[in-house]
C-alpha cells in the first residue's frame, strides 16, 4: 500500500462496523457505505467520509473491502447493476472479507479480473468482540503484490495475518476452519448433555477434556507427528476408538440423551475398521480412510507445505 492510497468500505454490519472503525482510528482515509444509513453516521461521526452509492465509493477509493452477508449479495455488489465492475478502472483492488461460496468468489474475481480490477479474498476469523479490538484473524488468499499492499490495512484490523495462497484460497480455508470449529461445538454439546445425564460435576469434566485432546489438540499434537507425515502405526487403535465411541453412543442412548454426529461418527468409525487393515491402525488414519472414500490421495506434511510465494 502507498501512503496515499484511499480505502473504501461497504457493509458495515456487525463486523464491518468495527473493522471500519480501526481503521479510521488508525488514520487511513475511508469512504463508507451501507443500505442501512445508521452504521454510516456513526463512522462519518467518527471520521470517515460517506458515499451515496457503491459506485461513489468505487470512485473515492483505491482499495475497497467488502464485508456483506452472503454470496448473492457479494456477486451483486460485485457485479451487479450499479455495482462495483461497472465503476471499476485499472488499478483498483477489491478485498472481499465475507464468508461465501467459493464458486462466488471464482466468479467475482475472474468477472473484475476482466476489468482490470484486482481482487483479494480476505475472510474473517474470531468473533465481533475481537473486531472490535482490531484482533481479528485474516486468511487471505491473493498475489504477492496485493498482499503487500493491503498488509497494513488488515494489521489495523487485526493481529494474525495468514497468506493461504492465490485468490480463492482464503474463502476456501475459512470454509476448513467453520467445518471444524462448528462440527465440535454440536459434539461438545452432545458430550456436555450426556455428562449433564451421568450427573458429573461439571467444572472437573470441562478439566479433565481441557487437559486431553478432546480440546481437538489432535491437530496440534498427534496428527502432524502421526498422520501427517505417514506413521499409522498405533497410537490407539481404530478398532478401540469405534469400541469407546459405541460404549459413549450406547450410554447416551440409555440415559435418553440423542447423539446424533456421535451416532453418525460411530458408523463411519465402524466402517473404518471393516476397511482393509484400518482397524489396526491409529485413529489418526481416518483421515486416510476418508481420503480413499473420496478417491484422494491422503495429504502429507512433508508434500504439501505452504505455497511458495
Ligand atoms: P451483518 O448482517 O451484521 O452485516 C452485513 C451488512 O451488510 C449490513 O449492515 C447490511 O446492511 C449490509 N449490506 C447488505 N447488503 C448490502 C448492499 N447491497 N450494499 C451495502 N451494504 C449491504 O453481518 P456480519 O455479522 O457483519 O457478517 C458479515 C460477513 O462476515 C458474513 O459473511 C459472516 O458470515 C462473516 N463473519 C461474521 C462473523 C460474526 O461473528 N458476526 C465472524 C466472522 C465472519
Not at 127 to 149: I, K, P, Q, T, Y
Request: charged letters at 20%; one cysteine or more.
Amino acid at each position: 500500500m502507498t501512503a496515499m492510497e484511499r480505502i473504501g468500505f461497504i457493509g458495515l454490519g456487525a463486523m464491518g462496523r468495527p473493522m471500519a472503525s480501526n481503521l479510521v482510528r488508525k488514520g487511513f482515509a475511508l469512504t463508507v457505505f451501507d443500505v442501512n444509513p445508521a452504521p454510516v453516521q456513526a463512522l462519518v461521526a467518527a471520521g470517515a467520509k460517506a458515499a451515496k452509492s457503491v459506485a461513489d465509493v468505487v470512485e473515492g477509493a483505491d482499495i475497497v473491502f467488502t464485508m456483506l452477508p452472503d454470496s448473492p449479495d457479494v456477486e451483486a455488489v460485485a457485479l451487479g447493476e450499479g455495482g462495483i465492475a461497472g465503476a471499476g478502472r485499472d488499478g483498483l483492488l477489491v478485498v472481499d472479507m465475507s464468508t461465501v461460496d467459493p464458486a462466488t468468489t471464482d466468479k467475482v474475481a475472474a468477472a473484475l479480473g476482466e476489468k482490470g480490477v484486482g481482487f483479494a479474498d480476505a475472510p474473517v476469523g474470531r468473533l465481533v468482540m475481537h473486531a472490535e479490538r482490531g484482533e481479528s484473524l485474516f486468511m487471505v488468499g491473493a498475489s504477492g503484490n496485493d498482499f503487500g499492499r493491503i498488509r497494513p490495512l488488515l494489521e489495523a484490523m487485526g493481529t494474525t495475518i495468514h497468506h493461504c495462497g492465490a485468490p480463492g484460497t482464503g474463502i476456501r480455508t475459512k470454509l476448513v476452519n467453520n467445518y471444524i470449529a462448528i462440527a465440535v461445538c454440536q459434539i461438545d454439546a452432545e458430550a456436555f448433555a450426556l455428562a449433564r445425564a451421568f450427573g458429573l460435576d461439571l467444572a472437573t469434566t470441562l478439566d479433565v477434556v481441557n487437559g486431553t485432546t478432546a480440546t481437538n489438540g489432535h491437530l496440534k499434537t498427534a496428527w502432524p507427528n502421526k498422520v501427517l507425515v505417514g506413521d499409522t502405526a498405533p497410537g490407539f487403535k481404530i478398532a478401540l476408538a469405534h469400541k469407546d465411541m459405541s460404549l459413549g453412543v450406547e450410554a447416551a442412548r440409555k440415559a435418553g440423551v440423542p447423539v446424533f454426529a456421535g451416532a453418525a461418527i460411530r458408523e463411519c468409525l465402524g466402517l473404518a475398521k471393516g476397511s482393509g487393515d484400518f482397524a489396526g491402525r491409529d485413529f489418526s488414519a481416518l483421515l486416510d480412510h476418508v481420503c480413499s472414500l473420496a478417491g484422494l490421495s491422503p495429504p502429507r506434511l512433508k508434500e504439501s507445505g505452504p505455497e511458495k510465494k
